[in-house]
C-alpha cells in the first residue's frame, strides 16, 4: 500500500509529461500522416530556450516557458516551410522516418554547437520547489505542477478541437483531407497551424517536464521513439487515447522502474508489443 | 514469330554464375587493397565488414520486402552474445562460433519476424521499436550471459581451421572477415535473383496484388526475416570473434537507426548498395566524428536529408542510373 | 454441366445497408458473361465478395462443388478462381516478364525456391512468353512495368490473371480508362483466351458488353433484377428503368 502511493503520484506526473509532449505528435500524426521522430527535438529546443532563459537571462519562470514555446515555434518555421511540407500525407513511413531522424541529428548537432554539451538545468520558481502536503501524505509541489498542466492542456485541446472554427476545419480535414480541400478549406494553412500547435506543445512539455525528463545533450535522441510509441499505443490523432497510453506507459514504466529497476524499460514495451499487436491501431485510433 | 519478337530477357544462368564470379573477384580485389594500402587500419575496416553484415540483412527485409524496421540490431546483437557465450563455454572454433550466430540470430529473427510483419505501416514500426528495446533491456538485464554494461568480455577464439591463430594486429582476423564477406555475398545474391526473392520485390510493390497470384505473403515475410536474422547473427559472431568483447551498444537503438542509415545512404533494394553504404557511413563517422561529434552529428543529419530528398534510391543506384543514361545517350549518338 | 462458380444467395451488409442483396448465379466452363449495372450497385462489391476480399454476410460460394465462402485469397486462386482490378496493380518495379513469370512460377510451386533462378528455364520460360504472346505484349517482355503506356499495363494485368492458368477469371472492368480507340484491343486479347474459361466480366461500355457477352447479368441496389442474352437486355423494361433512375439521380447530383 505504502509503495503503491509511492508510486501513483510519480506514475501519474510521468504520464502526464509523456501526454503533454506526445499530445501535439499525436495531433500532427492523426491529420498529415507523417512519422515524426524528430517530435522530441522540439521539446529539446524549448528545454534549452527555457535554460537559457532562465540562468543568462534571468526572467522568471513563466515567462521562460513563454519564451521557450514561442522560440521553438519561430525556430520550427523554416523545418516546416522546407521539409515536413514535403512529406504531409503522402510519403511512405521510411521516407518520413529518415528524413526526420535526419532533422533530429541536425537539431541535436546544432543546439550544443550552440549551447554547448552540457546538461541544461531549468531551476523551479520556490513555489514549485518544496513538498506538498495532500493530507494523506507528502508530494513534491512540482508534481502537482506537472499533473496539472497536462489536465490544463487536454481540457484546453478539448475545447480547441470541439468548440472552435479552427477544430471543425481540423476535424473535417483529419477525415477527409481531399473532401475537405475540395470544400475550399486550405488544408496547407490548417496543416502548418497544426504543425506549430504540435511543436509549441512539445515545447511546453519538454519544459515543464524537465524534472522527469531532463535536458541534456541526447535529449532528442533518448527519447526519440518514446513519443512514437506513446502516440501509437493512443491512436493517431485522439486526445483521449494519448491520455489513455500516456497513463497507462506512465504506469507500467514507473511501477517496473520501482518493482524491478534493473530490467530499465523492459516492462514499459511489453506493454507496448501486447497493446499494438492487440490494437493496431492503436486503443482509441481509426484505421486508416 | 511472337518467340522472336522477345528482345531481350532476363537474366540467363550463364549470366548469373558470371556475376558470381565478377562479384567474388571484386570483393577479393578491394579486400587485398584494403589489406595493403591501410595495414594499420585493419581493425576499423574489420568493424566495418562486421557492420556491413548488419545493413546487408537489413536490406533484406527493409530493401527487398518493404518493411520499416528500428529495431534490426537485436538480430546482430543475439548473434554475437551467442557466439560469445559459446566461445567463453569452451567452444573455441571460429566456424562453430558462426555457426552459433547464424543459429541465434535465425531465431531472433522468426520471432521478430512473426511479430513485425503482421501488420504494416505504423503498427510495424512501434513493434519492431519495441522488440528491439526489449532485447536490449534483456540484455541489459541478464548481466549472467551479456556481461552487462561492462559487455561480455574475455572472448578468446582459437585459430581457424585449428591453424591460423588471430593475431593483435588483425591480419588474420581481416583475411577471415572478407572471405567470410565474399561467401555471405556471393551467396545472397544468387539468392537475391531466386524466386522467392523476386516474389518479396513483388510484396513490396503490392500485397493485395502478390495475394490475388495466390501467394500467402505473412509466412513468406516471416521466412525472409529468418534469412536476414542469420546474416545479422553471422556479422554478430564474427564482430565478437574478432574485437573479443560484445557491449551492450551491439542490440541498441543507436545501432538499429545507423544500419537504417547507411542502408538510404548507399541505397535500399540492391547489395551492393547495403555494402557501400555501411563503408560510406563508417568512413565518414571515422573522420568527421574525430573531430567532434556534435559536428558529425550536423554533417550526418544534413547529408541524411538531402539523401532522402533528392537521391530517396541511395548513392549506388542514383550512380548506376546516372552511369545508364550516359551509355544510352552514348549509343543513341 | 456442372457449374464451375456457384454463388447462392449471397449477402452483404455494411450497417443497416444491404450492398449485395441475395445475388444467385452460376458460372460453367466457357461461359461468357457480363455483370453490369448503374454507378453504386454493388459490383464491385461483388467481386471483393468472390474474389476473398470481403467476407459475405450470407450465402455460398461454391468452386468446382467445393465450398470456399470463407477461404482465403491464395486458396482461391489454387482453386482457379482468379481477378484483376479496376485500377491495374502491378509490381511496379519489376519487368513485364517478371511480372508474368512471378504468376507461372507460383502457380508451379517454383516461387519457394531461394538459390537458382527458374524465370528462364524453358518450361517456365515458354509459358509467360506464350501469354505475353496471346495479349499481344510478347515485345515487350524485357521493359520495366513504368515504362508502359496505360493500355499495355491493363494488358499485362490481363496476362498476369491469365498465367493463373483461371478456371473462373473475374475481370473488372478491364477497359477502365484506357483510351476509347484502344479498348477493341482488349476485347480482342480476350477474346484469344482459351475457350475453357469462364469468364465474368464487369463493364460499362455497352458496346463491349454486347461483343463480349453471351449473357448478361444485371445489378441494382445489390440484388440481380435480370439475367438473359445481351437482345433481351437491351429490351427489358426493369433494367431500362434502373439505369434510367441512376441516370436522374446523377443528373440531381450535379
Not at chain 2, 166 to 180: A, H, K, L, P, W
Not at chain 2, 242 to 257: K, Q
Request: charged share 15%; with cysteine; net charge positive.
Amino acid at each position: 500500500m505504502q509503495t503503491l502511493l509511492g508510486i501513483l503520484p510519480d506514475a501519474l506526473a510521468y504520464g502526464m509529461v509523456l501526454f503533454t509532449i506526445s499530445i501535439g505528435l499525436s495531433i500532427m500524426m492523426g491529420l498529415m500522416r507523417v512519422v515524426n521522430l524528430a517530435h522530441g527535438a522540439f521539446a529539446m529546443i524549448g528545454g534549452y530556450l527555457a535554460s537559457f532563459a532562465l540562468t543568462s537571462l534571468g526572467v522568471s519562470y513563466p515567462i521562460a516557458i513563454l519564451i521557450a514555446v514561442i522560440g521553438t515555434v519561430i525556430v520550427s518555421v523554416p523545418f516546416e516551410f522546407l521539409l515536413y511540407r514535403r512529406i504531409y500525407r503522402r510519403s511512405d513511413e521510411l521516407t518520413q522516418i529518415l528524413l526526420t531522424i535526419g532533422i533530429t541529428f541536425f537539431i541535436v548537432g546544432i543546439a550544443n554547437y550552440i549551447f554547448g554539451p552540457t546538461s541544461k538545468p531549468i531551476p523551479l520558481p520556490d513555489l514549485l520547489k518544496g513538498p506538498f502536503d495532500l493530507g494523506l501524505r507528502m508530494i513534491p509541489a512540482h508534481r502537482l505542477f506537472v499533473i496539472g498542466c497536462g489536465v490544463v492542456t487536454a481540457v484546453a485541446l478539448w475545447l480547441l478541437i470541439e468548440k472552435t472554427e479552427f477544430g471543425v476545419r481540423l476535424r473535417a480535414a483529419v477525415d477527409n483531407g481531399d473532401m475537405a480541400e475540395a470544400l475550399g478549406i486550405r488544408t496547407q494553412i490548417v496543416y502548418s497551424a497544426t504543425f506549430a500547435l504540435a511543436v509549441g506543445l512539445a515545447a511546453f512539455g519538454g519544459v515543464v517536464g524537465a524534472e522527469l525528463l531532463p535536458v541534456e545533450p541526447y535529449y532528442a535522441l533518448r527519447y526519440m521513439v518514446t513519443f512514437l510509441v506513446v502516440v501509437s499505443v493512443g491512436g493517431a490523432g485522439s486526445v483521449t487515447g494519448a491520455m489513455a497510453a500516456s497513463l497507462l506507459l506512465g504506469l507500467a514504466d514507473t511501477t517496473g522502474k520501482y518493482l524491478a529497476p534493473e530490467f530499465g524499460e523492459f516492462f514499459f514495451y511489453v506493454a507496448v508489443i501486447v497493446i499494438v499487436y492487440v490494437f493496431p491501431h492503436g486503443l482509441f485510433g481509426k484505421a486508416h | 514469330m511472337a518467340t522472336l519478337s522477345v528482345t531481350s530477357a532476363p537474366q540467363s544462368a550463364a549470366a548469373g554464375l558470371r556475376n558470381d564470379l565478377i562479384a567474388a573477384a571484386v570483393i577479393a580485389v578491394v579486400g587485398a587493397i584494403g589489406y595493403f594500402v591501410f595495414p594499420d587500419d585493419l581493425a576499423f575496416l574489420i568493424r566495418v565488414i562486421g557492420l556491413a553484415f548488419l545493413v546487408i540483412s537489413l536490406d533484406l527485409v527493409t530493401g527487398y520486402c518493404g518493411v520499416a524496421t528500428l529495431g534490426h540490431a537485436a538480430l546482430f546483437g543475439v548473434g554475437a552474445y551467442a557466439a560469445g557465450n559459446v566461445c567463453l563455454a569452451g567452444v573455441t572454433d571460429p566456424i562453430l562460433m558462426l555457426l552459433t550466430g547464424v543459429i541465434a540470430g535465425t531465431a531472433t529473427g522468426l520471432m521478430s519476424g512473426l511479430l513485425v510483419t503482421r501488420f504494416r505501416g505504423l503498427p510495424q514500426l512501434v513493434l519492431s521499436i519495441a522488440f528491439g528495446q526489449l532485447v536490449a533491456a534483456l540484455a541489459n538485464k541478464l548481466s549472467s550471459i551479456t556481461g552487462g554494461s561492462d559487455g561480455l568480455a574475455g572472448i578468446a577464439p582459437g585459430p581457424v581451421f585449428g591453424v591460423f591463430n588471430f593475431d593483435m594486429f588483425g591480419r588474420t582476423g581481416y583475411i577471415f572477415s572478407v572471405i567470410v564477406l565474399l561467401v555471405t555475398m556471393v551467396t545472397l545474391l544468387r539468392f537475391s535473383r531466386s524466386p522467392f526473392a523476386l516474389m518479396c520485390r513483388a510484396i513490396k510493390d503490392d500485397t493485395l496484388r502478390a495475394r490475388m497470384i495466390g501467394v500467402a505473403v505473412y509466412p513468406r515475410l516471416v521466412v525472409m526475416y529468418c534469412v536476414a536474422g542469420a546474416v545479422a547473427g553471422l556479422g554478430g559472431a564474427l564482430t565478437a570473434i574478432n574485437t573479443g568483447v560484445v557491449g551492450l551498444d551491439s542490440v541498441g537503438f543507436e545501432r538499429s537507426a545507423e544500419a537504417l542509415i547507411m542502408l538510404i545512404l548507399g541505397g535500399a533494394g540492391n547489395l551492393w548498395g547495403a555494402l557501400i553504404g555501411a563503408i560510406l557511413f563508417e568512413l565518414f563517422h571515422h573522420y568527421v566524428s574525430a573531430a567532434s561529434p556534435f559536428h558529425w552529428m550536423i554533417l550526418i543529419g544534413l547529408l541524411l536529408i538531402v539523401v532522402v530528398l533528392f537521391f530517396p534510391k541511395g548513392l549506388v543506384n542514383e550512380v548506376t542510373r546516372r552511369i545508364g543514361d550516359l551509355r544510352q545517350r552514348r549509343a543513341a549518338r | 454441366m456442372t457449374a464451375l462458380l456457384d454463388v447462392q444467395r449471397l449477402s452483404k451488409s455494411f450497417g443497416g445497408l444491404r450492398v449485395t442483396d441475395d445475388v444467385s448465379f452460376t458460372l460453367s466452363s466457357g461461359d461468357r458473361v457480363a455483370l453490369i449495372g448503374p454507378n453504386g450497385a454493388g459490383k464491385t462489391t461483388l467481386v471483393n465478395q468472390l474474389s476473398g476480399d470481403l467476407l459475405p454476410s450470407g450465402g455460398r460460394i461454391l468452386l468446382g462443388g467445393v465450398d470456399v465462402t470463407t477461404a482465403s485469397i491464395p486458396e482461391r486462386v489454387r482453386g482457379g478462381l482468379v481477378r484483376t482490378f479496376q485500377v491495374t496493380r502491378l509490381f511496379t518495379s519489376l519487368t513485364v516478364a517478371e511480372n508474368v513469370a512471378l504468376a507461372v512460377m507460383q502457380r508451379r510451386g517454383l516461387t519457394k525456391r531461394m538459390f537458382s533462378s527458374v524465370i528462364d528455364r524453358a518450361d517456365v520460360r515458354d509459358e509467360w512468353q506464350s501469354v505475353l504472346s496471346l495479349l499481344g505484349i510478347g515485345h515487350l517482355a524485357a521493359t520495366p512495368v513504368t515504362k508502359l503506356a496505360y493500355g499495355q499495363q491493363r494488358l499485362l494485368d490481363l496476362a498476369i490473371g491469365l498465367a493463373m492458368k483461371p478456371r473462373v477469371l473475374v475481370l473488372d472492368e478491364p477497359a477502365a480508362g484506357v483510351p476509347h480507340d484502344e479498348s477493341p484491343r482488349i476485347l480482342e486479347a480476350i477474346g484469344r483466351m482459351s475457350p475453357e474459361i469462364a469468364i465474368l466480366m464487369i463493364e460499362h461500355d455497352m458496346d463491349l458488353v454486347f461483343k463480349f457477352a453471351k449473357r448478361v447479368l444485371v445489378l441494382a441496389n445489390g440484388a440481380l433484377i435480370f439475367e438473359g442474352t445481351p437482345a433481351e437486355v437491351k429490351e427489358n423494361d426493369a433494367v431500362r428503368a434502373a439505369y434510367l433512375g441512376s441516370y436522374a439521380n446523377a443528373r440531381r447530383a450535379s
